[in-house]
């Protein structure tokens, strides 16, 4: 795994991939980044992550790679909140439903809102 941005290591995979004949070959494997890890590459400024496989074979002449670009998501900067409307009357002889509009600013650059209903 390489920054794009210049090029430095980022992580090493660590796991081979076999296959025998005269191909072609068509291999599979799961790629698990874990969240820290992406909070890791958040917190170095990391935006794209290459990740790279070299195909080799003992006595090849040559090598072939084949790579994908994982983009990472950019943290939350959020500079503020509201809500509309601000006050609803609820009623404990019925059941209380009512739309909340909410509008969330956020830096730039950050386009992936999700939120988690809480309430407490």
Known sequence: MINSNGGALLGNAGVSLNAGGSG???LSETI???SS???SWQNQGVQRVLLRRVFDAPGATSTASAQVQLVVPV???FQGARVSPTQRQLFATQDNFFNANWQIVAGNGYNNVW???LLG
């Open 32 to 34: 698990n980044i874990s």
């Open 115 to 117: 939120f988690p209903i």
């Open 24 to 26: 072609p070959f068509t």
């Open 37 to 39: 890890q992406i909070s």
């Open 75 to 77: 943290r939350a900067n």
